[in-house]
């Protein structure tokens, strides 16, 4: 009666998920109990060995997999028949963890249960238990229509709306606004910053910039995330004026939880062995923000073909692209060949030279 169905029973899922506790997938007459690994302890593991009946499975990604030496391009499921904790840490959350046994295919229901971790944030690994509906004594638990939580990205994206705007002078860009959306990336808002009240009619400058609490507001050396924010604001006020979405998908779109488990390696080779690809993010509901904001003409400020590619897809004119530098540092530099040789990022390093030397 007050929200869309198809979206209560995800997100409360999501928020289960996230706490620890377990979900029951469903769909016809099939069901499965899923709980996020990294939620589970021994006490837990000692309450489900009563429902298992030896028939559990870790779910696992195909980042995770390949980590773990196999030619995977689809998640699979590994037999669990007694749910060990420290065979599910090696299998699951190690870095050096390793494949002990037949991996087999994953279900519809399956396949929910991975995206459910995804959507919640946690580390993308799920022991799931197959259940014979009705089970009496899980009947308090939650269940999520497995239909619903594949749904569900594109069902957020068609409710994204306008909550609020403010003016929000900056320094050095001091005619801004800040509009902010609700949706797009499940229970989180979004921001979209305009500069110098850009003109919609016409052609636009825009910059998608993926949230980075460590670069954008502490300055982390390791980035260049913070220059390319303020370096764009800043050009943005000087020129025409132009709009900055700012999204909410800290560690591209893995959360800050888990990006900082990746310190401390080349960012994609960590974010495999946690079992993520080498990019979760959706841009595309960035071209709904704009066109909400009555835009149809863009600029795009990016070295990202993705966000670019996805505007396009999306169908937005896109009539040039910008690049945006930062500074190359002693600690970013080995994650900006990364950007640019294993995600095609057009960043020119002879370029970031001249604008800003390396620091040494």
């Known amino acids: 009666m007050f929200a869309d169905p198809t979206c209560v029973n995800v997100e409360r899922a999501i928020s289960d998920v996230r706490a620890g506790r377990p979900v029951l997938v469903q769909a016809g007459g099939d069901m499965v109990l899923a709980i996020a690994v990294e939620g589970l302890d021994q006490r837990m593991a000692d309450a489900l060995a009563d429902v298992t009946d030896g028939c559990a499975r870790l779910l696992l990604t195909s980042a995770r997999l390949r980590y773990l030496g196999l030619d995977r391009t689809a998640p699979g499921s590994v037999p669990m028949p ?105 229970l989180r808002d979004q921001v979209a910053i305009l500069v110098k009240a850009p003109n919609p009619a016409g052609a636009v400058d825009v910059r998608i910039h993926s949230a980075c609490l460590t670069g954008d507001l502490f300055g982390s050396l390791k980035c260049e995330c913070g220059d390319q924010l303020r370096h764009t604001v800043k050009q943005m006020a000087e020129g025409e004026g132009g709009i900055l979405l700012y999204l909410d998908q800290e560690g591209r779109g893995n959360g800050i939880g888990n990006k900082m488990q990746s310190q401390g390696y080349d960012t994609y080779d960590a974010d495999e062995a946690l079992g993520f690809e080498a990019d979760h993010r959706s841009f595309d509901f960035a071209a709904v923000m704009l066109r909400q904001l009555g835009v149809e003409t863009v600029r795009v400020l990016t070295n990202n073909p993705s966000k670019i590619a996805a505007l396009r897809e999306a169908g937005l004119a896109v009539v040039s692209e910008r690049r945006v530098l930062g500074r190359p540092t002693a600690e970013n530099v080995r994650y900006l060949a990364s950007k640019r040789d294993r995600a095609g990022h057009k960043i020119d390093f002879d370029l970031l030279a001249v604008h800003a030397p390396l620091n040494d």
């Open 82 to 186: 007694v749910i060990d904790l420290d065979r599910l840490g090696h299998l699951a959350l190690r870095i050096n963890g390793r494949i002990d046994a037949p991996v087999g295919p994953v279900s519809y229901l399956d396949e929910a249960a991975l995206e459910l971790a995804q959507l919640s944030l946690v580390l993308p690994a799920m022991l799931a238990i197959p259940l014979a509906p009705p089970c009496t004594a899980l009947q308090n638990l939650l269940s999520v229509p497995a239909e619903e939580v594949h749904a569900y990205r594109r069902r957020r994206i068609e409710h994204l709306r306008i909550v609020s705007r403010a003016p929000v002078p900056l320094d050095g860009a001091y005619e801004t606004e800040f509009v902010v959306f609700r949706g797009g990336e499940g």
